[in-house]
């Protein structure tokens, strides 16, 4: 008798082995520990396309019936994976496969076919490369040449260090030789600041549109991300101190002055906003500043609001020169020691003669004719995007931004949009890669206006999109 009741026991109350479920792992292949093998299991699921982005995996309670294994053991299985970028859940919705998931969405440039315009790739009107060419010509006959290819000063040459201090005190950025650092580009100055301040499982905020080269690199780390909403002053304070107080969030990842992709620039009052929540929620803030340089009515850097927990990523560098690898770091006390430490262990050096060129264009005054030329293409190169579209509401001031981003009301998925628009000869970029939870009611194009090569291009290329979106668009 004893036998017989342990064996009812001993089975699901409620089986589903009949019952539909939008995954079912094998049963017999989960070894101990469950939760590892379980989710081994989903992510493996997730990688061969057997789980699509955007499917409602089964709930936790249910999912652990089928099983026959312990509730809490689902629960570490789904979170393990959130961890991984592989799911994410929505309060009241369920649990759902990242948009992502099983695919590298980063952008970068590709070898195209004759007659394609680059709209896609974002560079920075390398046809000024010339006055570059001239720094570089200056370098190379500089008694001290042979000084910059040796192995020494790993954060920087000195006098690129005053360089760099130098540009960034008309921004309100004040430091010292202590707290600044050259790195080979803002990536490889947001891959140290995640390897050195962060941890797998950490979570950042970011916003709901945001770089999707942070968003690939924060998955290779294990890094969860926090998308939070926007207008159009930026990322809502209220918005932020919601988020962090539903996931622990420990870090946030802004670009004040033109946020890639939407353009938008976080005004003044905002800012002092979100300084309010990060103090509260003692959080790092990374400040990328994209395209610092550039003209324009900046209100202050968040370095210069909270230095204490700021990440400055300088890339003024690239407003010069996109293939001079040079960015600079600037760093509250706090993250000192780990982040050099990271440069060290992660860098070794960046090259100093990339950063002897930056330097050279700064003393000279080259630089600033360089931007000041390159302000003035963007200038151009919008006034003709708002030609093909003057319907297109932009409220932050994008008409300097080297990218514009375009409301585009169409439900196709958006490798399809990108492979039509390349074969009728455009590169561009669909919305569906700057996100982190999908977007199913709005879609956009960022369409980059610094590549095509010439107003011509440009104007083409701007004419194929107007038609595609035309041909396509959905009337609600």
Same mark, same amino acid.
């Given at each position: 008798?004893?036998?017989?009741?342990?064996?009812?026991?001993?089975?699901?109350?409620?089986?589903?082995?009949?019952?539909?479920?939008?995954?079912?792992?094998?049963?017999?292949?989960?070894?101990?520990?469950?939760?590892?093998?379980? #989710?081994?299991?989903? &992510?493996?699921?997730?990688?061969?396309?057997?789980?699509?982005?955007?499917? *409602?995996?089964?709930?936790? *309670?249910?999912?652990?019936?089928?099983?026959?294994?312990?509730?809490?053991?689902?629960?570490?299985?789904?979170?393990?994976?959130?961890?991984?970028?592989?799911?994410?859940?929505?309060?009241?919705?369920?649990?759902?496969?990242?948009?992502?998931?099983?695919?590298?969405?980063?952008?970068?440039?590709?070898?195209?076919?004759?007659?394609?315009?680059?709209?896609?790739?974002?560079?920075?009107?390398?046809?000024?490369?010339?006055?570059?060419?001239? #720094?570089?010509?200056?370098?190379?006959?500089?008694?001290?040449?042979?000084?910059?290819?040796?192995?020494?000063?790993?954060?920087?040459?000195?006098?690129?260090?005053?360089?760099?201090?130098?540009?960034?005190?008309?921004?309100?950025?004040?430091?010292?030789?202590?707290?600044?650092?050259?790195?080979?580009?803002?990536?490889?100055?947001?891959?140290?600041?995640?390897?050195?301040?962060?941890?797998?499982?950490? &979570?950042?905020?970011?916003?709901?549109?945001?770089?999707?080269?942070?968003?690939?690199?924060?998955?290779?780390?294990?890094?969860?991300?926090?998308?939070?909403?926007?207008?159009?002053?930026?990322?809502? &304070?209220?918005?932020?101190?919601?988020?962090?107080?539903?996931?622990?969030?420990?870090?946030?990842?802004?670009?004040?002055?033109?946020?890639?992709?939407?353009?938008?620039?976080?005004? &003044?009052?905002? *800012?002092?906003?979100?300084?309010?929540?990060?103090?509260?929620?003692?959080?790092?803030?990374?400040?990328?500043?994209?395209?610092?340089?550039?003209?324009?009515?900046?209100?202050?850097?968040?370095?210069?609001?909270?230095?204490?927990?700021?990440?400055?990523?300088?890339?003024?560098?690239?407003?010069?020169?996109?293939?001079?690898?040079?960015?600079?770091?600037?760093?509250?006390?706090?993250?000192?020691?780990?982040?050099?430490?990271?440069?060290?262990?992660?860098?070794?050096?960046?090259?100093?003669?990339?950063?002897?060129?930056?330097?050279?264009?700064?003393?000279?005054?080259?630089?600033?004719?360089?931007?000041?030329?390159?302000?003035?293409?963007?200038?151009?190169?919008?006034?003709?995007?708002?030609?093909?579209?003057?319907?297109?509401?932009?409220?932050?001031?994008?008409?300097?931004?080297?990218?514009?981003?375009?409301?585009?009301?169409?439900?196709?998925?958006?490798?399809?949009?990108?492979?039509?628009?390349?074969?009728?000869?455009?590169?561009?970029?669909?919305?569906? *890669?700057?996100?982190?939870?999908?977007?199913?009611?709005?879609?956009?194009?960022?369409?980059?206006?610094?590549?095509?090569?010439?107003?011509?291009?440009?104007?083409?290329?701007?004419?194929?999109?107007?038609?595609?979106?035309?041909?396509?668009?959905?009337?609600?």
């Amino acid at each position: 008798m004893d036998t017989i009741i342990y064996e009812v026991l001993s089975m699901p109350i409620n089986s589903y082995d009949n019952y539909h479920l939008s995954w079912k792992p094998e049963k017999s292949h989960l070894k101990q520990p469950y939760y590892l093998s379980l #989710a081994s299991a989903l &992510a493996a699921d997730i990688s061969a396309g057997k789980l699509k982005p955007g499917t *409602r995996l089964p709930p936790q *309670r249910e999912l652990a019936d089928y099983l026959d294994i312990n509730f809490t053991t689902v629960t570490r299985s789904y979170n393990l994976c959130k961890q991984k970028g592989l799911i994410y859940g929505v309060t009241g919705r369920g649990t759902f496969v990242a948009p992502h998931a099983s695919e590298y969405i980063s952008i970068h440039e590709f070898p195209l076919q004759s007659g394609i315009i680059e709209m896609g790739y974002i560079s920075s009107f390398e046809q000024c490369n010339a006055i570059v060419a001239k #720094a570089v010509q200056k370098v190379a006959q500089k008694q001290y040449l042979t000084d910059l290819l040796d192995y020494n000063y790993m954060l920087g040459h000195p006098h690129h260090l005053a360089a760099g201090l130098s540009s960034l005190e008309q921004y309100g950025i004040h430091a010292d030789i202590d707290h600044i650092a050259i790195v080979s580009g803002v990536m490889n100055g947001l891959s140290i600041i995640l390897a050195t301040l962060f941890s797998p499982g950490d &979570a950042i905020a970011v916003d709901y549109y945001t770089y999707p080269n942070f968003i690939e690199l924060a998955r290779i780390m294990h890094i969860r991300l926090i998308p939070v909403f926007s207008d159009w002053e930026g990322m809502l &304070a209220t918005e932020l101190d919601l988020a962090c107080r539903l996931n622990s969030v420990r870090g946030i990842y802004l670009m004040p002055p033109c946020n890639n992709p939407t353009t938008i620039s976080i005004s &003044a009052k905002r *800012r002092s906003q979100l300084v309010n929540v990060v103090r509260k929620h003692h959080l790092i803030i990374i400040e990328d500043d994209v395209f610092a340089g550039l003209p324009s009515a900046e209100p202050p850097t968040f370095y210069t609001l909270l230095p204490e927990q700021t990440c400055y990523l300088s890339d003024i560098p690239k407003a010069l020169c996109t293939g001079l690898r040079v960015s600079f770091l600037v760093f509250g006390e706090q993250f000192r020691e780990k982040l050099q430490n990271g440069i060290y262990n992660m860098n070794m050096k960046t090259s100093s003669l990339d950063a002897e060129i930056i330097t050279e264009l700064i003393h000279s005054g080259d630089a600033v004719e360089l931007i000041q030329r390159k302000y003035e293409l963007a200038l151009q190169a919008n006034k003709i995007f708002d030609t093909c579209f003057p319907l297109v509401g932009h409220k932050s001031p994008a008409n300097s931004s080297f990218f514009r981003w375009l409301p585009f009301p169409c439900d196709k998925p958006g490798k399809e949009v990108e492979h039509e628009l390349m074969k009728l000869g455009v590169e561009i970029v669909h919305s569906y *890669r700057f996100t982190v939870i999908p977007n199913e009611d709005e879609h956009y194009l960022r369409v980059t206006l610094s590549k095509a090569g010439n107003s011509k291009k440009l104007l083409k290329g701007l004419e194929i999109i107007r038609q595609y979106i035309q041909k396509n668009r959905i009337v609600r």
